[in-house]
């Protein structure tokens, strides 16, 4: 087959957690599957690192994808017509986006609809076009992957979808996550926090992962105890939140919030691998990357109790109600004061771990591509 993929989101030191998502199951997906061709369909000029195998054709369509305006561009107009000049036989698209008028078989990855609930995290336009477009995008595609069971159910019963239609693909972990020695977590903490314990959160600054409660939350926890731990926060700066620089500001143990902005992947290693436990408590969210490679690099995870974060962890995180900020500052006292239950989750984060891997995700994916395939055949020569 000639397969084309939508790689917009492959961006040279700008991976989120789609974007890790496509560069994980693609490049094996690509390595492990010579007899097909793959026609990586890139917005701007791409870096060679992500250009797998011999059978991956790079090819640059116009205009970068930077705002809904160029979304719509990209996807009715450039894509559709690069499309018909390689004659496709397959539309692979990890981020949930389909070009118009595409009449050849197609898998999207929808790793969440967090907008059709909380529409206003998002600026106006974007949630606009996320909220008219990926209704038709699911109902057009032939099949849809997505990354956990919270996310299928809620695909299905907010857009009416066939439960048949959809597979659960879950997220995995990069192999490089794992424990770290002692020396290099004193050099970690040297650097980053002056040498203390600290909770560490990772991910997009982004109003659905509730850094505000979060920040609120351990500044209670300073208040309330005499425990010199801080918080890292990783992922780009906020500042140009000024709803959560003005709740930062108010805080009175800012200074034990260290924003590190992007780290690159060895960097990113160390400071999980060194953290004394990981704070994710999003409202909303589809999978949930951050708590699996907590796990892999043996950090004990306090989780929110909500969507797809039970799912994924199990019993191998301690549950908080996100939006309940004495539940959240309680939660990191807890798992200080109690050795028992820090060294308990690490040993369930140990067994649970194991059920996920990029192998896997890409096996199942690959297994989805295969199934939209050939039922696009039977209904074309019954």
């Known amino acids: 087959m000639k397969i084309a993929v939508n790689t917009r989101l492959l961006i040279h030191n700008k991976l989120d957690g789609i974007g890790w998502f496509t560069y994980n199951t693609l490049k094996i997906i690509t390595q492990n599957h010579p007899e097909h061709t793959f026609y990586f ?17 790079p090819i640059v369509v116009p205009p970068p994808t930077r705002h809904p305006v160029l979304w719509n561009i990209w996807l009715k107009v450039s894509v559709p017509k690069a499309l018909k000049k390689i004659n496709i036989d397959f539309f692979l698209s990890p981020d949930g986006f389909l070009p118009s008028k595409l009449n050849i078989p197609s898998v999207t990855v929808i790793h969440d609809i967090n907008f059709a609930h909380n529409p206003k995290d998002l600026p106006l336009s974007t949630r606009n076009f996320y909220n008219k477009n990926f209704p038709d995008y699911a109902q057009k595609t032939t099949r849809i992957a997505t990354v956990s069971e919270f996310s299928k159910r809620d695909i299905v019963y907010t857009y009416k979808i066939s439960p048949k239609k959809i597979d659960v693909v879950y997220n995995g972990a990069n192999i490089d996550y794992k424990p770290v020695d002692e020396n290099t977590k004193i050099e970690t903490k040297k650097k980053y926090t002056d040498g203390e314990d600290y909770f560490i959160f990772i991910g997009a600054i982004h109003p659905r992962k509730n850094i505000k409660r979060l920040i609120i939350a351990f500044d209670e926890f300073k208040k309330n105890t005499e425990f010199s731990h801080k918080l890292v926060i990783v992922g780009p700066h906020f500042f140009k939140n000024s709803e959560l620089l003005k709740t930062y500001e108010s805080l009175d143990y800012k200074e034990d919030i260290i924003f590190t902005g992007r780290l690159n992947v060895e960097d990113l290693h160390k400071v999980l691998a060194s953290a004394f436990a990981m704070t994710f408590v999003p409202y909303f969210e589809g999978f949930g990357i951050p708590i699996l490679e907590a796990m892999f690099c043996d ?29 959240i500052a309680g939660a990191m006292h807890k798992i200080i004061i109690d050795e028992e239950l820090r060294n308990s989750l690490i040993k369930k984060g140990k067994l649970q771990r194991q059920k996920f ?7 199942k994916l690959w297994k989805t591509i295969e199934i939209a395939a050939s039922e696009k055949q ?3 020569h019954p």
């Open 378 to 380: 039977s209904l074309l």
């Open 41 to 57: 369909i890139f917005d701007r000029n791409y870096d060679n690192e992500f250009i797998f195998s011999e059978n991956v054709i």
């Open 299 to 327: 950090v004990p995870v306090i989780s929110a109790n909500v969507t797809s974060m039970p799912e994924v962890a199990e019993d191998a995180a301690l549950y908080v109600n996100p939006m309940n900020i004495s539940e």
């Open 357 to 363: 891997s990029w192998e896997k995700t890409a096996e």
